[in-house]
């Protein structure tokens, strides 16, 4: 790789407009591990809370990728506080990094330190969620945007949960954070949904603001009152998790569904073992890895060569995942024409998470 100069990388690697492929990548992976030590990278990256366990994962697989590419990552965890991150990025705006990727704890309260790194030339990453409104993401300068569809994802949990109330009843929503714009879309589509359906009756949307302590109580509070609910759905599967425990301490497993989002490890052995209806996969490894990938590959061949070759939103979608297999015995003969060849996608799901693939 010793004559992979920077012309030669910058012909031999693509961009893909539908996200990132690896394959494309490994002339630059292969420079960027033969030249780590003489361009060496440094990378100031950051969460919304490291006690999520989405973000505990996006965490691993940043510095899986950040591995691969010898890039050197300083963490600085938001700690699911808006204020103590925007106080972190005063601090970190001081310092001088080659790339900058950050999931907001909520929109606009890190608009100033972000302008400042942008205007003296450090690329930045959005990951997940809105830094400021979407107008105005890319005149403040930031590279990238790479996100889920959080509407989609709650729709599909949603009309699960809809349909195994048999579209009536009563039902609950657990929000996020009220100023993080995915829980935000993730309460639109949980109401795109609900709102259509005349005989379901919402009894209870609060924040828990991803608290699963919070979100216990929550769920607790809610039972008392509503000893006949049908349905919860949770803005992210830590909060599910707590409020399915809360549920079956109750002694309603059997009565109350539960969805969340995510996809987390946790919560695909949950929807495989029944305890929760359904997920739908938010890709921490995809997010988190690209924006470590894309930040690198900014560094090397400049910001004006970065704005050119790479799309400004690049969507990590995934799938939802449900308990119920598609096993109709009259197509047993013609598996294709089942929802996943009527197997579970559980195992695998898990095994490509493992793998920060997915």
Do not use: C
């Not at 889920?148 to 599909?156: L, R, T």
């Amino acid at each position: 790789m010793s004559t992979l100069n920077r012309r030669n990388f910058l012909k031999n690697s693509l961009v893909l407009s539908s996200g990132f492929a690896l394959a494309n990548y490994l002339p630059f992976i292969e420079y960027r591990r033969a030249h780590a030590q003489d361009q060496p990278l440094k990378a100031a990256m950051s969460s919304a809370g490291l006690a999520g366990t989405w973000n505990a994962q996006g965490e691993e697989a940043a510095r899986w990728m950040a591995g691969l590419l010898g890039v050197e990552i300083t963490w600085f965890d938001g700690e699911f506080d808006a204020q103590a991150q925007r106080a972190k990025f005063d601090q970190l705006v001081t310092q001088e990094w080659d790339f900058v990727a950050v999931q907001p704890g909520a929109i606009g309260t890190l608009i100033e330190p972000i302008q400042t790194l942008t205007e003296s030339g450090v690329p930045v990453i959005d990951m997940d969620t809105l830094i400021a409104p979407l107008q105005d993401l890319q005149s403040l300068g930031v590279l990238a945007f790479i996100a889920p569809d959080n509407v989609f994802m709650a729709e599909s949990v949603v009309q699960r949960l809809i349909d195994k109330m048999e579209g009536a009843g009563k039902i609950a929503h657990i929000g996020g954070q009220p100023g993080h714009t995915g829980a935000q879309a993730r309460g639109q589509g949980f109401f795109n949904l609900v709102n259509k359906y005349p005989d379901i009756e919402v009894v209870d949307d609060q924040p828990a603001d991803w608290d699963v302590t919070r979100a216990a109580d929550l769920t607790e509070s809610v039972l008392n009152r509503h000893p006949d609910l049908k349905a919860i759905f949770a803005d992210n599967d830590d909060m599910a998790l707590a409020a399915r425990q809360i549920v079956e301490n109750a002694g309603l497993g059997d009565q109350v569904l539960v969805g969340g989002v995510d996809a987390m490890p946790p919560a695909v052995e949950a929807v495989r073992d029944g305890r929760l209806v359904a997920t739908a996969r938010n890709s921490a490894n995809r997010i988190h890895s690209w924006a470590v990938l894309a930040g690198a590959w900014a560094a090397t061949v400049g910001l004006e060569q970065a704005r050119a070759e790479m799309p400004f939103y690049i969507l990590a979608d995934g799938p939802a995942i449900f308990a119920d297999i598609d096993s109709n015995p009259d197509l047993a003969d013609e598996p294709w024409k089942l929802r996943n060849y009527g197997l579970s996608a559980a195992d695998g799901i898990l095994w490509s998470e493992s793998q920060y693939l997915f």
